[in-house]
């Protein structure tokens, strides 16, 4: 393994971590609109199920010895929960992405990092302080002008995206309070096979028997891109990297995911990005900052 003049493991240092965070949020940032395309032109539950299968097959692959060896009920029980979670978190937010914009799915889903104080709460693990209450209150004013930007009564789009950011918090939660002396990425193996089952259970009961045309070479790119880099290699990066640096910095990276949502909608879909939604996107961005640094 590569050094430095310091005998520092190059992969250990901190600003090498700090690039994997960056890359992840930007992967999950850009998903947005290809995740968007791809709605566009087969079942959402039916696009879970494959890309959720093929991420379970590309972790199994890459944890295979470790997922031998951590078969502990603790293990596949945070799984299991995990992908419960998980799978209405990507239920929900694929499903709010047929009816709003990229953008504001991507930012309406950041949300969850100011829910995850009160949800904590919930479970018993320490009240909020008045910066989390205060960063809640600039949230939801964010939000205001989020969705008022299309009209009221609210967009459906916009109701799914907010209740996708309410699943991520409940994982953050779960990970949080049972994930310690846990194998992350065992657990996370057990996840998208749920996800993937899950899915799979849904697209038949609601999709019925779709039979997909035959993929083209774009459409086979779109979903490794989404299933082995979206999923498999950003969990795997995040995981490890917010072990190595300080939680407050990596958090406000990960954040960037949504920026870098809007980013991409307006590249690719020219979204418009009004006066009223870009105020609601910074009050909503300064509400994630501040309710995970102060």
Not at 49 to 65: E, I, Q, S, T
Not at 146 to 161: E, F, K, M, Y
Not at 198 to 210: D, K, P
Not at 280 to 286: E, P, Q, R, S
């Amino acid at each position: 393994m590569a050094r430095d003049a310091a005998g520092v493991r190059l992969l250990d240092r901190p600003l090498v971590n700090k690039l994997f965070i960056l890359f992840a949020a930007l992967m999950w940032g850009f998903s947005f609109t290809t995740m968007k395309g791809l709605v566009n032109e087969m079942p959402v539950f039916y696009l879970l199920a494959v890309r959720n299968a093929l991420a379970m097959l590309a972790m199994a692959a890459w944890v295979r010895g470790r997922l031998l060896r951590e078969r502990d009920r603790r293990t596949v029980c945070l799984g299991l929960a995990l992908g419960v979670t998980g799978f209405g978190a990507y239920a929900t937010q694929t499903l709010g992405l047929t009816m709003t914009t990229p953008g504001k799915n991507a930012f309406l889903t950041a949300c969850y990092c100011v829910m995850v104080p009160f949800f904590s709460w919930a479970f018993g693990q320490g009240r909020p302080s008045l910066r989390h209450v205060l960063a809640a209150v600039v949230c939801v004013c964010g939000i205001a002008l989020v969705a008022a930007d299309s009209g009221l009564p609210l967009n459906q789009g916009d109701v799914l995206s907010l209740a996708c950011g309410i699943f991520y918090a409940l994982q953050f939660v779960v990970l949080a309070k049972w994930g310690a002396g846990v194998d992350a990425l065992v657990a996370t193996t057990w996840q998208f096979a749920v996800m993937a089952v899950c899915a799979a259970i849904t697209s038949w009961l609601f999709e019925g028997a779709y039979v997909p045309p035959a993929p083209t070479a774009g459409d086979v790119a779109t979903m490794l891109y989404l299933a082995i880099v979206c999923s498999c290699m950003c969990f795997g990066l995040l995981n490890r990297a917010m072990t190595r640096v300080d939680p407050a910095e990596g958090s406000i990276l990960s954040a960037l995911e949504a920026p870098f949502g809007v980013l991409s909608s307006v590249l690719v879909y020219h979204e418009l990005v009004t006066p009223r939604l870009l105020t609601g996107f910074a009050l909503i961005f300064c509400a994630v900052v501040a309710s995970e640094t102060g």
